[in-house]
Nanobody, 120 residues
Framework: VQLQASGGGTVHTGDSLRLSCVGS????????MGWFRQAPGKEREFVAS???????YYEDSVKGRFTISRDNDKNTLSLLMNNLQPEDTARYYC???????????????WGLGTQVTVSS
């Protein structure tokens, strides 16, 4: 499956953004889907995931602020980010995998990412 993320941008503290990730060449229906992010000089980290059984998981710092969702009919993954903070600044990647894990190394397919910058 090929993934294309979009929706990033530059916003101020407290603003919201919605990221989208569209899959092509194959349905995402049977994959566990996740959002990950990587800031300069840091390792890629888990943000949120929604598995094929629709269970959702969130990294602690984004709980209550971010909401992940998927629409299998539209082959789309979304991430609604509210109350953005400067520490959320990173490049955000969507990914698909078959393993039951939130470890980025267990995900098989990755998009190129979309940049989110939050200014204070």
């Amino acid at each position: 499956v090929q993934l294309q993320a979009s929706g990033g941008g530059t916003v101020h503290t407290g603003d919201s953004l919605r990221l989208s990730c569209v899959g092509s060449r194959r349905t995402i229906k049977y994959y566990n889907m996740g959002w990950f992010r990587q800031a300069p000089g840091k390792e890629r980290e888990f943000v949120a995931s929604v598995w094929s059984n629709m269970y959702t998981y969130y990294e602690d710092s984004v709980k209550g602020r971010f909401t992940i969702s998927r629409d299998n009919d539209k082959n789309t993954l979304s991430l609604l980010m509210n109350n953005l903070q400067p520490e959320d600044t990173a490049r955000y990647y969507c990914a698909a995998g078959s393993a039951v894990s939130n470890d980025p190394s267990r995900y098989d397919y990755w998009g190129l990412g979309t940049q989110v910058t939050v200014s204070s």
